[in-house]
């Protein structure tokens, strides 16, 4: 086992050691000094003695080890039981891991979330049941399926109440996959599509578009070398034509330049400074009425016709190649290294 007393060990939790090789790559640039990070799985760890082994870059290629426990644990590992970050805790010490919750279940959000001033920016969202779904159509035309632990996108149908009494059931794209006149088929056919799963029922608003095509606002928030959250980015996704699904993109480009595409400048940055203040309000809420230590999450909008920013997605485990080739991308992984290092001193 390494041991040196001069030197402090970030340990980042992965899922696999292919995540962990590549998580090592991308961060390896900006750890603090008088630093190690290694990444390790769950199963590496060795209670009994309080070691794990765990993998670290140096000299160009990646080694396996047995290092002491970290003294600050970044939490990658997507969906993790909160039974094993509760005895990563007991052992480091309360607070020294960071971001409890990575998978968030989206009807837990929204329940959280309605508790506070941000409810005026939240679609009306219901867990799932048949007379729920009915009245939520009927009062809102549109509704969108969601699993409630979903991600990027996958299983989110549109259902749609058209003038002619029809039902227009999509995925991904806005053309139908199913199209039903009778509500006890179109029962059938919602059971049918969403199986067992837990899922919800939310509002659909009727989103603003640039040159034809669905687009949304997302932004990252991550803690900085200050413990406290500040905002790293806003960049948007536009969807290819006919989608509504803006996980299925064409483009990226920075935030700042689709509103002003679609806004003039001054309505542009009134949306730009009420997204980000919306966004450091959602963390700071989620983690002060979830219970849970936070370290970096994304906010994905949609601007209504009138150009009202609404919540449709809080993601605790942020897509970070969406950043690449932005001015931020350093500033994405350099984040969480100065917020370890700020919980190092604590």
């Not at 990070?37 to 009994?48: M, Q």
């Not at 805790?89 to 279940?105: A, L, Q, R, S, W």
């Not at 980000?276 to 309000?281: G, Q």
């Not at 609404?310 to 350099?334: F, K, M």
Request: with cysteine.
């Amino acid at each position: 086992m390494e041991r040196n007393n001069q030197v402090a060990y970030i340990g980042i939790m992965v899922r696999s050691h292919r995540q962990g090789r590549w998580v090592l790559h991308n961060y390896n640039k900006y750890i603090p000094r008088n630093t190690k990070v290694f990444s390790f799985l769950p199963a590496s760890i060795n209670w009994t003695n309080k070691t794990v082994l765990g993998v670290h870059y140096t000299g160009r290629r990646y080694v396996m080890r047995r290092f002491p426990f970290p003294s600050v644990v970044y939490n990658r590992y997507y969906g993790a039981p909160e039974s094993l970050i509760q005895r990563i805790e007991k052992t480091i010490g309360k607070n020294k891991c960071f971001n409890h919750v990575t998978h968030f279940d989206k009807q837990v959000v929204y329940d959280l979330l309605s508790q506070t001033a941000l409810v005026e920016h939240l679609p009306q969202t219901l867990p799932y049941d048949d007379g729920q779904f009915f009245g939520l159509l009927e009062a809102y035309g549109t509704v969108y399926l969601k699993p409630c632990l979903g991600y990027k996108g996958k299983g989110v149908y549109r259902v749609e109440l058209t003038t002619g009494n029809e039902v227009h059931v999509a995925e991904h794209h806005s053309a139908p996959m199913k199209i039903c006149r009778d509500r006890a088929l179109l029962k059938d056919e919602i059971r049918g599509l969403i199986g067992s799963k837990r899922y919800l029922v939310q509002q659909g608003i009727s989103p603003m578009q640039v040159h034809g095509k669905n687009f949304d606002i997302r932004v990252l928030v991550q803690k900085t070398a200050t413990g406290l959250w500040d905002v790293t980015d806003v960049m948007s996704r536009t969807a290819y034509s006919g989608y509504f699904n803006t996980s299925v993109c064409q483009s990226t480009e920075p935030g700042r330049d689709i509103l002003r595409e679609v806004l003039e400048p001054e309505l542009a940055q009134t949306v730009l400074n009420s997204v980000c203040t919306i966004s450091l309000e959602t963390a700071q809420n989620l983690e002060n009425l979830g219970h849970c230590h936070l370290g970096e999450l994304s906010v994905d909008f949609v601007l209504d016709e009138n150009a009202k920013p609404w919540i449709v997605e809080v993601n605790g485990d942020p897509q970070r190649n969406l950043y690449q080739g932005l001015p931020s991308h350093q500033s994405v992984y350099r984040n969480p290294m100065k917020y370890a290092w700020f919980l190092m001193q604590k």
